[in-house]
């Protein structure tokens, strides 16, 4: 079983700052890529960040310059550093990430599968 536990949400206000985390747990042998989207009311979810296994990053354009992914294999947890928060940005923030567990290595499943976090709010007040 692999779960991955979203935390640091909240409100802040225009301009301020917050940190997301994701934590990912389980009988997990490695974690590909990982990322961050969003999906605000009435809208589809976006992609806001990736990070590959080797720390290669990719934004969308509207956080790029002010959102910083980053990950610590070793704690097996993903970061999204928000700065100069906009109204804009509010939204449902899940974390995702591929995953290949034991389980899937002797079964032959190198890939692994992709998992989700249950979301974490994010509000932002003008």
């Known amino acids: 079983q692999v779960q991955l536990v979203e935390s640091g949400g909240g409100l802040r206000q225009a301009g301020e700052s917050l940190r997301l985390s994701c934590a990912a747990s389980g009988t997990i042998s490695s974690i590909r890529m990982m990322g961050w989207y969003r999906q605000a009311p009435g809208k589809q979810r976006e992609l806001v960040a990736t990070i590959s296994s080797i720390g290669s990053t990719d934004y969308v354009d509207a956080v790029k310059g002010r959102f910083i992914i980053s990950r610590d294999d070793a704690e097996k947890t993903v970061y999204l550093q928000m700065n100069s928060l906009k109204p804009e940005d509010t939204a449902v923030y899940y974390c995702?990430?591929?995953?290949?567990?034991?389980?899937?290595?002797?079964?032959?499943?190198?890939?692994?599968?992709?998992?989700w976090g249950q979301g974490t709010q994010v509000t932002v007040s003008s």
């Open positions: 995702n990430a591929r995953i290949t567990t034991y389980e899937d290595l002797r079964a032959g499943r190198t890939l692994g599968s992709v998992y």
